[in-house]
């Protein structure tokens, strides 16, 4: 009988519970990083032992932290080779993990700007990681969404991100603003069939999706009534 395996983050940490098929008796391992609010955590399709997870704190800041031994221990992949991963107190450090938006190559400024509460003009910035999608085929490719909403890419196991920019670029990108809960991009589906194909959606600026692997977006609000959220064209068909 096949196991079964679920990730639990939380905001007093991370929880592995596991169980058989019948899933009538349960063991929990955890909990990992106590203390620590846990935005998410997710699993490698392509090899179940490599598990990522979005650890965050107000005071310490973000960190990425990769496990490839079923959660058995830890690494933060941000972190220099040889340089200690937790700073004088002990916790971890949230520089190690970096997120830049693309900005422009001449002035070093953010390419575009949102809207804020208020209705006026606000740049971006980074706050913390909502959602960890590993590649369906590469335990070593994952991709983030963040907060200010931006969608992220990494080839090296974390180690490195790069932003996948074409998203926050799109036309309406300008008038995205923050709900009660931030701006976070919260959920991010990959097409099992179509690898260029990716699913996202934002707080509070709708859903979007790519069929070239984020060079273009076009949102897929049809339907969803709401005075903020971008229309698709009418010639697109969902």
Not at 208 to 219: Q, S, V
């Amino acid at each position: 009988m096949s196991g079964v395996r679920v990730l639990v983050g939380t905001r007093k940490g991370a929880f592995i519970l596991t169980s058989d098929g019948k899933r009538q008796m349960w063991d929990i391992n955890g909990p990992h990083f106590a203390g620590w609010e846990i935005y998410h955590m997710k699993g490698s399709p392509a090899d179940p032992n490599t598990i990522y997870v979005s650890q965050t704190s107000s005071w310490f800041g973000q960190v990425i932290q990769r496990s490839d031994d079923g959660g058995k221990t830890w690494i933060q992949p941000g972190t220099p080779p040889g340089e200690p991963t937790t700073g004088p107190g002990g916790m971890p450090k949230g520089e190690s993990n970096k997120f830049v938006y693309d900005t422009s190559p001449e002035t070093g400024k953010p390419l575009t700007t949102h809207q804020w509460y208020d209705g006026t003009q606000h740049p971006w910035e980074f706050k913390r990681v909502w959602h960890i999608e590993p590649s369906l085929n590469d335990p070593n490719t994952v991709f983030a969404g963040v907060e200010d909403a931006a969608l992220f890419r990494s080839t090296d196991g974390a180690k490195n991100w790069h932003e996948i920019a074409g998203l926050r670029g799109h036309g309406t990108g300008p008038k995205w603003q923050p709900g009660a809960g931030g701006m976070g991009l919260h959920t991010i589906l990959l097409d099992p069939k179509n690898p260029k194909r990716i699913y996202i959606a934002i707080s509070a600026a709708g859903a979007f999706r790519t069929d070239d692997g984020g060079t273009t977006w076009k949102p897929i609000n049809k339907g969803l009534r709401s005075e903020y959220l971008p229309e698709p064209k009418p010639e697109v068909g969902y």
